[in-house]
């Protein structure tokens, strides 16, 4: 969250934001580009001489500024990993070195956009700063995705799907005549899995709890943790017992959770999410793209000139676009679809940006990270773009003349 108040209006200079929760990792990846300055505290090595000549290292803790040239996010340790070059001299560090910086839950940063604010930063650092989507409220669904001896705990936030934990056991066949050691093992994963969930679900939050399975193994769960023997003995399962949602899935493994989570009765639970916002869209967009009528297009040049056209604005147009894309360490490429960004905005159309980690999202960067929903067809944008390279190809001939 941001160390005071922010005026969206008036873009600020600095901002201190405090990383309090898993997804505040994950929003300030796609805060930080390239050329931004970021001050953080880490690790430094120092080294020095005794005065017999032998060398020694230790380790401090102090603050850094860096411009930073490149980041990565590890999503199984929530971590951000920021390298760059000190621009702010210290006691131990000189200018131009080159610093990483690993931030995590509970770390805290100041950020500066030499570059200033576009209009996309500042949506991001406004969901990072909503105390409303605070906690638990940032998870929408937990999830468990199983089959017979597997079971995948998941969070399923606005933006993304955490595996929160992975339960693996043995289970025997049963057999005619030995169905005791097969049932004991079904009883003993069932055990874990009911433990595994209470450590990672709020019963008493809104979230609603799917356990999906292809056969019966969800619906056997659910018996269980309402059985005497599993958790009826405990008050918040039993007050909350409606939370719990059973359906099928293809299989125990978390890649079959979007089917699950397009279904009619879930997606009327998530209706207000973004999640399910973006799957409406990118259900849409698929849906005119295979009538192949003009209505629909993607890819950056076809998209670009669609708008140009006015075609993506009031009356239905619709933008899509991954967040990946305003990672682009070139400042200009990121430029370029801030603009584009803004200019369906102008038209009056609607802008929704895809998370990367999303299935809509992976799905549309299949579709190179960008598509468009117009509001009136067009059926020559492909064309253009083929007379483009071309006009190209002759330029570059003449240019090695």
């Excluded at 850094?64 to 590890?74: E, H, L, W, Y």
């Excluded at 995590?104 to 909503?130: A, C, M, N, Q, Y």
């Excluded at 409220?137 to 089959?147: L, Y």
């Excluded at 493994?253 to 998530?270: D, G, T, W």
Aim: aromatic fraction near 8%; glycine fraction near 8%; hydrophobic fraction near 35%.
């Amino acid at each position: 969250m941001s160390g005071r108040k922010i005026r969206y209006n008036q873009p600020p200079d600095r901002v201190k934001i405090l990383l309090e929760e898993p997804e505040d990792i994950w929003h300030a990846y796609n805060l930080i580009v390239p050329s931004d300055r970021l001050t953080a505290y880490g690790n430094y090595r120092v080294t020095g001489e005794t005065t017999t000549g032998s060398t020694i290292s230790s380790r401090v803790y102090t603050q850094f500024t860096i411009a930073v040239k490149s980041f990565d996010f590890d999503p199984g340790a929530s971590e951000l990993h920021v390298s760059g070059q000190i621009v702010k001299e210290n006691n131990f560090a000189k200018l131009g070195q080159y610093q990483t910086l690993h931030l995590k839950v509970s770390d805290h940063f100041h950020i500066e956009k030499p570059d200033g604010w576009d209009s996309v930063s500042l949506e991001v650092l406004r969901e990072l700063t909503d105390h409303r989507k605070r906690a638990d409220k940032s998870t929408v669904v937990i999830a468990v995705v199983m089959q017979e001896g597997l079971a995948n705990i998941c969070a399923i936030t606005e933006h993304r799907t955490i595996l929160k934990q992975r339960i693996s056991t043995a289970i025997p066949r049963k057999r005619q005549g030995g169905a005791s050691a097969h049932d004991d093992r079904t009883s003993k994963f069932f055990d874990q899995t009911l433990a595994a969930l209470l450590r990672h679900a709020n019963l008493e939050s809104e979230q609603p709890i799917l356990l999906a399975s292809p056969g019966f193994t969800a619906a056997a769960f659910l018996s269980y943790i309402l059985s005497d023997k599993g958790g009826n003995n405990n008050a918040a399962i039993r007050d909350n017992k409606s939370k719990f949602i059973v359906a099928h899935s293809s299989s125990g493994h978390v890649h079959a959770l979007y089917e699950v989570l397009k279904s009619p009765e879930i997606l009327f639970r998530l209706h207000k999410t973004r999640f399910a916002q973006e799957s409406r869209v990118m259900d849409e967009f698929m849906a005119l793209l295979r009538k192949d009528d003009g209505w629909a297009w993607y890819g950056p040049g076809e998209v670009r000139r669609a708008v140009e056209r006015g075609a993506v604005g009031k009356g239905g147009g619709k933008l899509l676009i991954s967040l990946g894309l305003f990672r682009a360490k070139d400042v200009a490429t990121r430029k370029r679809y801030v603009e584009l960004v803004e200019s369906v905005k102008g038209y009056g159309g609607e802008v929704i940006i895809f998370s990367d980690e999303s299935e809509s999202g992976k799905k549309l960067e299949g579709l190179s990270g960008l598509a468009a929903i117009l509001t009136y067809p067009l059926q020559d944008l492909e064309d253009e773009d083929e007379e483009e390279e071309e006009e190209e190809k002759d330029d570059q001939k003449v240019a090695e003349e």
